[in-house]
C-alpha cells in the first residue's frame, strides 16, 4: 500500500452529539502500518460530520476519502469509507475501502486501527493489510 492510498483512508469520521460524546470537528490523523516497515507513518486531515458523514483529505492522493460512520457505544466508533486511486498521469488505478475503529481517549484523542482492501479497476481485491492510527483534534 502506498501513501496515497494510505493517507486517504485514515481520515476518523466519529460524531455522537446526542450522546454527549461529540468527536464532530477537524482531526489531525496519523497512520502506521501493522507489519514493521511495510509502509508509515502517513499523515491526513479529517473533517467529521455530526449527522455521520466525513471527508478527508491529504497531500498525496488527489481523490478525497467519503464516507460514513456509526458510533458502537460508549467511546467507540467505527467509519467505513472508500478513496478512488490514481497512478501518478492519472489513469484511474481502482479504489481502497478501509475500515476505522477507534477508542476516544480524551477529547482531543482518537486511538485504533484500520484494515483495507485495494480494489482494481475491475472491481478485484489486489491487497489487504491493517495498521494503527492515531487522531488528534485541531478544531472543533
Not at 486517504?8 to 454527549?20: C, D, E, L
Not at 492519472?90 to 486511538?111: C, H, I, M
Not at 485495494?118 to 489487504?128: M, W
Amino acid at each position: 500500500m502506498g501513501a496515497a492510498e494510505l493517507l486517504s483512508t485514515v481520515s476518523p469520521a466519529f460524531a455522537n452529539s446526542s450522546k454527549g460524546n461529540n468527536v464532530a470537528g477537524v482531526w489531525s490523523v496519523v497512520a502506521v502500518s501493522s507489519k514493521p516497515g511495510a509502509w508509515g507513518p502517513f499523515r491526513g486531515e479529517g473533517i467529521v460530520d455530526a449527522d455521520g458523514g466525513f471527508i478527508g483529505s491529504n497531500a498525496v492522493q488527489p481523490s478525497a476519502s467519503v464516507g460514513y460512520w456509526k458510533a458502537l457505544g460508549g467511546k467507540y466508533y467505527q467509519a467505513v469509507f472508500t478513496v478512488f486511486l490514481f497512478e501518478a498521469d492519472g489513469t484511474p488505478a481502482g479504489s481502497l475501502k478501509a475500515t476505522v475503529n477507534l477508542t476516544r481517549s480524551s477529547a482531543t484523542k482518537l486511538t485504533g486501527t484500520v484494515t483495507y482492501q485495494k480494489i482494481d479497476t475491475s472491481g478485484s481485491v489486489v491487497s489487504h493489510g491493517a495498521g494503527t492510527v492515531t487522531a488528534d483534534r485541531v478544531g472543533p
